[in-house]
């Protein structure tokens, strides 16, 4: 879906000094509530989007926290085969430095990156769809502020159509 589908038709002939109760080809009531329920369908597809945006979410970090923790048990499991010289546990570089040597030296380098792009592919998947969240989010916001705007504009409609004795 697109915001450009969702824009409100105006009459580019419209004259802005003259009365707007000699011009209801301006807008028409009907066109308009016609608007204010696409808008509201618009926004029933979005806040959908947004769901299954969220739903994905929880999956990817429930997918993510298992491979993390299967990259961190691994990891644990070659510094207990090959534990660290003192000066390479100095600090976290180091330690990561010592474990990807060992996991080569051990023959075990496939795995320890298996895993390591397996958490790498989590966490981009988990960032793309929380823009997805988001856009969802900004999308469903403009249909908000249309279908307020549009609400307000068929109030004008209606009240001007009372005045010039159009309705009774």
């Keep these: 879906m697109k915001l450009s589908d969702l ?14 109760t000699e011009q209801f080809d301006y807008v028409n009531p009907v066109t308009l509530y016609n608007k204010q329920i696409s808008l509201a369908n618009a926004a029933l597809t979005v806040t959908q989007s947004h769901i299954q945006a969220n739903t994905k979410i929880g999956t990817i970090k429930v997918a993510l926290q298992e491979a993390q923790n299967a990259l961190d ?57 929380k823009i997805d969240a988001e856009n969802c989010m900004q999308m469903f916001q403009a249909i908000k502020l249309a279908g307020e705007h549009g609400q307000t504009h068929l109030s004008y409609v209606k009240d001007e159509a009372k005045r010039s004795g159009l309705y009774r």
């Design 7 to 20: 824009l409100v038709p105006v009459n580019p002939q419209f004259k802005w000094d003259a009365d707007p």
């Design 73 to 129: 048990d691994f990891e644990q499991d070659i510094l207990r085969q090959f534990p660290p010289p003192p000066a390479q546990s100095k600090n976290l570089k180091l330690m990561e430095s010592h474990v990807r040597t060992a996991a080569f030296q051990g023959g075990m380098a496939d795995k320890l990156t298996e895993l390591r792009n397996a958490v790498r592919k989590y966490e981009g998947e988990l960032v793309t769809v």
